[in-house]
């Protein structure tokens, strides 16, 4: 996410760069254009190189510029314009949207479409919050898919999540996967395998990261919710939810 938002901060300096280069005209200072035509190449080659992106503007369209003059010139510089706009645009609603690996992982733990596009949701409004500046929601809504998405993975279980519920707690009543709290929820997939001893951990860890939205605990430790617990939520919910996929995966039907 935050390499996400310094790649969009290099492409808006390049866009800036090009929107502010003056046409060629004579007694110009050539160096001096060059110069600024390779550092817009610079800018941009990092994001050349990586594959399934929108077009970029080629490095011999850039240094073009230095060459061509009046409506050629306007021209050029428009085209590598929007190849750059629609680029920054792309990456712009990227960084407000869950990641895609946190997306499919997602998908593979849900036991319905429905119940896929519940946890998406969440997710999506995660990441919106946090670019946002609204890092409490953005804790808040982290800790909705994170317990949701054990719910669901236990739900995946069947009758092994209630045999293990029992075993857990024999003098409880059984209850709905559905219904699991957090705790109840790390407790089964750990002990039926799915979760080891540090993910368990990091999942308790983003639970207390939840829990400290409340004023009540925020004015006892004397600190309020900043951008890097929301994004020590959210890394820890990526991070939880791609190894829980990966466990779901390796476990017979």
């Given amino acids: 996410m935050m390499n996400a938002e310094a790649e ?12 502010t280069l003056p046409a060629p005209h004579f007694g110009m200072d050539r160096k001096a254009m060059r110069l600024r035509l390779d550092e817009i ?4 080659d990092n994001r050349r190189m990586q594959r399934g992106h929108l077009p970029m ?10 060459d061509l003059s009046g409506s050629q010139f306007a021209r050029q510089r428009e085209d590598v314009m929007a190849k750059l706009l629609a680029q920054c645009e792309a990456l712009e609603q990227a960084t407000r949207s869950a990641p895609t690996e946190l997306c499919a992982a997602l998908r593979g733990i849900a036991c319905s479409d429905d119940e896929a596009k519940a946890l998406l949701d969440d997710a999506h409004e995660s990441w919106r919050s946090f670019q946002s500046g609204a890092y409490k ?3 808040v809504m982290a800790g909705a898919v994170l317990e949701g998405l054990l719910q669901q993975a236990c739900q995946r279980l069947g009758s092994k999540a209630t045999e293990v519920f029992r075993k857990l707690h024999p003098a409880r009543s059984v209850k709905s996967a559905l219904q699991f709290t957090i705790d109840e929820g790390l407790a089964i997939l750990r002990d039926s395998g799915l979760l080891s001893s540090a993910l368990t951990h990091t999942a308790r860890g983003l639970k207390e990261l939840r829990n400290f939205v409340h004023p009540d605990l925020q004015r006892r430790h004397k600190r309020t919710m900043r951008s890097t617990h929301a994004l020590l939520a959210m890394q820890a919910l990526c991070t939880l939810a791609d190894e829980l996929a990966w466990a779901l995966t390796q476990t017979p039907a």
């Fill in 41 to 44: 190449n610079s800018l941009i």
């Fill in 57 to 66: 503007p080629r490095k011999v369209d850039v240094l073009q510029l230095g």
């Fill in 137 to 139: 929601a953005a804790t």
């Fill in 8 to 19: 969009l901060a290099t492409l808006r300096r390049a866009l800036d760069l090009a929107l």
